[in-house]
């Protein structure tokens, strides 16, 4: 009996369960239509703003699943600037932060459909531009050279969880790149949600690379879901989503790979995901739209720079707000002031009617006024 997937009789064809996924599937599609829908009514400035918040947890997300901790205000400025908005205030991306954000956006753009190896080639190099996994040179822009196995434990007592294809990843490649073309909506009545899963599936299966599979696997759900279903692929974020539950998806990935083809299992798991990613993106755009509403409401108000900076601040805390409230002591943290000029600042906020004041001297707090956000 073969002891992984790859190496059974079928490989690379799947035995998938269609019966079993389908209640979940036809929730994903109609959540994917609504989207549209919500994504449509927008206007194309508002649905920009949406692409960069999805954008900024997709590529935070997919690289904390292997480990990377990105800034997130380095990931909007990358994203941001690609968009064609202000990056003001926002710190420089490194170079590792601007190859993955080329990564996802090269890859739902669906104007380029179509998959090769330079392709795949091209994001794995992006994903490590100084050649380097951490502290370790690694080949990048190429296909592993070697053996490939998913190790946990210390040294002499390891448990092998899983072991790629050796020696044949050109041939590997050639067949999953073959299927993808084939497989295209416009071209194949497969099911393009399950596309996705397939995609990503398959390509972790075969681990083409040294390093960055798993980023990569995700970013071609993501193209797979682009083609789906269009710019309203970008107001949702698959990888924040699967980061939530990912010792569920080594899990699901692993039971999956020592199987004998079937991966129902492992799509039955994704499909859950994709459903809480649809369903949290309604939480994205309503966020847009409270901060744009917000700004419109104030817009005729003087504020000076630092009351800026905290309103800022207020607003991407959310309406919890900071711990214990905003407090004089924490404004003086955030900005640079004589204790005197803060409190005005503070005193000129609350007169204005931008923050809501509750307690008196010690005891004062500040929290912003919300109803900003929901007045149309």
Known sequence: MAKYIWQSASWPTFKIGYENLLPKLSCCHALQGQLIQQVTSLGIDLEIKAQLESLTQEAVKTAEIEGEHYNPD?????????????????????????????????ATDTNRPDLSSERLQAWQAALFPTGRSGLYEIVVGQWRTETMQ??????????????????????????????????????????????AGVAHYWFVAIHPFAD????????????????????????????????????????????????????TEWLDWFLDCLELSLKQSKATIEKVLSLTHFWHNISDISLNDRQIKV?????????????????????????????????????????KGILLLTGERKAARYNLNWELARKR
Not at 218 to 224: P, Q, V
Not at 319 to 331: I, M, Q, R
Request: hydrophobic fraction near 35%; glycine fraction near 10%; charged fraction near 25%.
């Open 150 to 195: 998913i190790v946990s434990g210390r040294a002499g007592k390891e448990k092998i969880h899983y072991e790629a294809p050796a020696d044949r990843i050109d041939h590997e490649m050639q067949l999953f790149i073959e299927w993808w073309q084939k497989s295209h909506p416009d071209q194949n009545n497969t099911d393009p949600v399950i596309r």
């Open 311 to 351: 309103v800022k601040k207020l607003l991407e805390v959310g309406e919890g707000g900071f711990e214990g409230g905003l407090t004089a002591k924490k404004y003086h943290g955030m900005v640079k002031g004589s204790r005197a000029t803060l409190t005005r600042d503070l005193a000129d906020l609350v007169d």
């Open 74 to 106: 380095a990931v909007r400025s990358s994203i941001a600037r690609r968009l064609g908005l202000p990056t003001a205030g926002l710190p420089s991306p490194p170079r590792s932060v601007d190859g993955l954000v080329d990564v996802l956006l090269d």
């Open 212 to 263: 960055g599979n798993g980023r990569i696997a995700r970013a071609l759900s993501d193209m797979a879901l682009a083609q789906s279903d269009g710019a309203a692929k970008r107001c949702y974020s698959l990888s924040s989503t699967i980061m939530e539950n990912r010792d569920g998806y080594y899990s699901v990935l692993e039971s999956t790979s020592t199987g004998q083809g079937d991966i």
